[in-house]
């Protein structure tokens, strides 16, 4: 599997802060593979509706394709990135892994912070920006999660979910090449979120290069060492692995987006002195 076979919340793996450096040279590479590879299954015969609703609640009419490019992402898996985070768990503590995950999520601050705006959730993105103003200042440059002690909370925000808020459905299931499951939606998403992320247009030079490709090698191997135990687990009990991986991709991508749009606090914060309410 690549480095995320599902998105997991702010807590376990910094999804946000997918680095355009480390795929803006595959976006071709994404494309040509879907024209080449454009094998679709065949719908069941309206003469079996049971299997022709499962086909339908499925939406991955693209499986064969996509069962192709897992297989293809499950080797690279297993022989590059896989082992790259074994070493990495056995060589740093855990303490500076958790460091190292804290600064790549708040170096993805306004790619979550210009979503939030877009998504019309302004405490959401006050949020945000609080907790960047702390975690950079009182948390070392973000290696100390301190605004969540204080009660800022990372959340997730990125475009796909932004064109979810925005009622645009998902589309069929995808698996795309390096970046894993994934769906339409949330494949242009991800190419906005790449604009939208300053590390794609800010500088150029040796030295910005070398910090955009450290921040992608720091990105998959916390990304894919956080996920270790769960895709092992999964590998060893699922009957279908990609199956499981699909199921949870979309399970997740639902539940991220409920929760952006049950998300509707009050623009100011309930310790602060409220206006009186007026009786009617």
Not at 122 to 140: K, S
Request: aromatic letters at 8%; hydrophobic letters at 45%.
């Amino acid at each position: 599997m690549p480095a995320l076979p599902f998105r997991l919340t702010p807590s376990g793996a910094p999804t946000r802060v997918r680095s355009a450096a480390a795929v803006a040279p595959w976006a071709g590479a994404v494309l040509a593979a879907l024209l080449l590879l454009a094998g679709c299954a065949t719908p069941p015969p309206a003469s079996d509706p049971d299997a022709l609703a499962e086909f339908k609640e499925t939406n991955d009419p693209l499986e064969p394709t996509n069962r192709v490019l897992y297989a293809i992402n499950s080797g690279l898996d297993t022989v590059i990135l896989k082992p790259a985070a074994q070493a990495y768990r056995f060589a740093v503590p855990e303490p500076v892994r958790n460091g190292v995950h804290n600064i790549l999520v708040n170096l993805a601050t306004p790619v979550t912070l210009g979503n939030d705006v877009l998504q019309a959730k302004p405490r959401r993105a006050g949020d945000t920006l609080m907790r960047f103003a702390i975690n950079t200042t009182a948390g070392v440059v973000g290696f100390f999660d301190v605004a969540d002690k204080l009660g800022y909370p990372a959340h997730d925000s990125d475009f796909g979910m932004t064109l979810a808020m925005w009622g645009l459905p998902e589309g069929p299931f995808l698996f795309l090449p390096i970046l894993g499951p994934s769906d339409p939606r949330d494949a242009a998403g991800f190419a906005v979120n790449m604009a939208m992320d300053p590390f794609t247009w800010v500088g150029q030079g040796t030295a910005v290069s070398a910090l955009n490709w450290s921040k992608t090698a720091l990105f998959a191997l916390d990304s894919r060492e956080r996920v270790l135990d769960a895709i092992d687990q999964i590998q060893k009990t699922a009957l279908d692995p990609y199956a499981t991986f699909r199921s949870l991709y979309r399970q997740h991508r639902e539940s991220q987006i409920a929760d952006a749009k049950a998300d509707n606090r009050a623009t100011i914060p309930v310790w602060f002195p409220q206006p009186a309410q007026k009786d009617r």
